[in-house]
């Protein structure tokens, strides 16, 4: 009996430290999820045309999705992209091109702004894609000879 009497402060004890150490350890796992901003651009383009142009946000990685809905057209492409203002070589990418409908599989599309102006085909035809415009914005262009239209998605993280 005196055995027991001994060993239940010592329990109380030992629940006592492991509720501090189980408190500390969660307050030191807390994390903050912050909502990203997002841009959503609709576009239905005539023949060799071009949407008003796209300013990505600037010093963080965006995320650009596209994808053209127009029938026997449909497929998607998607980056990642760097926008670096007033450096003249502004945006740098990498990501998937659109699968080609004529048999060719999905490739890797990556580059940064200096003489080439294509960014990510996002139809199936491979006529329908994402360009740098200037070096500092980008747009959606139509080489079709048909109307395109779809939609693009730009993600951002907010800055601190």
Known sequence: MRIQKSSRPAVILLATVVAIITS????????????PNA????YSLATGANSAVITPATSRSVLVMGCCTTSGAESVGQVSLFHIPGTGTGI?????????????GV???????GGDDHIVYIDTLHQVDIQVHLSDTILI?????ATRAGN????????D
């Open 24 to 35: 500390m350890v969660v307050a030191n796992a807390t994390q903050t999820i912050t909502t």
């Open 107 to 113: 490739t890797i599309t990556s580059g940064r702004f």
């Open 92 to 104: 740098a990418w990498v990501g998937l091109e659109s699968a080609n409908g004529s048999g060719g």
């Open 39 to 42: 841009a959503f651009i609709s």
């Open 152 to 159: 693009v998605t730009l993600v951002w993280q907010a800055r």
């Open 141 to 145: 262009h139509n080489a079709s000879t």
